[in-house]
């Protein structure tokens, strides 16, 4: 089955202290990307990857990184998460080609709290 | 940077009657804008879409057209039923990033 996965679900932590929220695809998609979601404010795009090793910043990068050594993983570390990166997550890939977009598959979210 | 605004951002219809959310871009770049339903709890799922080489383009009860002068698009949904009721996101698309509404919420009242 065709999907995006993301781990974990819901999590918990405390301000500082490092995380980070895994995202895995099994499209081969060349094309993902991290969003944030908060209430009033819709989506928004943190970082995307068009390829391995090829990572660019999205409208609200600050506070997260990224990496992208194998096509199917994107990861999201928070290195020091603070209060008001608590929201709901979410990954989401598609075959992407320059100039064109396609179908994004969004993973089915991480609700992150930071206390 | 792209600017997508949306509206309105609540809206309830009666069941059978049609609803209509539009969005304007800022970016006359932007060349694709695809629409999202977001049920409660859940992922956003794509429901239409459109390229800004069409002006309209439909799918049973589910159209959205754009008009690229003015710099809008529209969902339009006809013959709305309970499962309609939802939150709707538009998007704009320009190169590698995607710039979203900030949603409506729809309610279809049977």
């Known amino acids: 089955e065709a999907q995006v996965t993301q781990n974990p679900r819901y999590l918990i932590t405390v301000t500082g202290k490092k995380l980070t929220v895994t995202c895995s695809q099994n499209?081969?998609?060349?094309?993902m990307s991290w969003y944030r979601q908060d209430p009033g404010l819709g989506l928004r795009q943190i970082y995307y990857?068009?390829?391995?090793?090829?990572?660019d910043k999205g409208d609200v990068p600050e506070g997260y990184k990224v990496s992208r050594k194998e096509k199917r993983n994107f990861p999201l570390i928070l290195e020091s998460p603070s209060p008001n990166q608590t929201s709901l997550y979410f990954c989401?890939?598609?075959?992407?080609?320059?100039?064109?977009?396609?179908?994004?598959?969004f993973g089915p979210g991480t609700r992150l709290t930071v206390l | 940077g792209e600017n997508v605004e949306q509206h309105p951002s609540t809206l309830s219809v009666q069941e059978g009657d049609s609803a209509v959310i539009k969005c304007t871009y800022s970016?006359?770049?932007?060349?694709?804008f695809p629409w999202y339903k977001q049920e409660l709890g859940k992922r956003p799922q794509l429901i239409i879409d459109?390229?800004?080489?069409?002006g309209e383009k439909k799918d049973q009860r589910i159209a959205v057209t754009l008009n690229k002068t003015a710099k809008h698009f529209s969902l339009h949904i006809t013959e709305t039923q309970p499962e309609d009721s939802a939150v709707y996101f538009c998007?704009?698309?320009?190169?590698?990033?995607?710039?979203f509404g900030t949603g409506t919420s729809l309610t279809v009242i049977p």
């Open positions: 989401a890939s598609t075959t992407k080609r320059e100039w064109a977009s396609d179908t994004q598959y």
């Open positions: 499209m081969n998609h060349e094309y």
């Open positions: 990857s068009m390829n391995v090793e090829v990572t």
């Open positions: 970016d006359s770049a932007s060349n694709y």
């Open positions: 459109i390229r800004s080489n069409v």
């Open positions: 998007a704009a698309s320009y190169g590698n990033q995607f710039y």
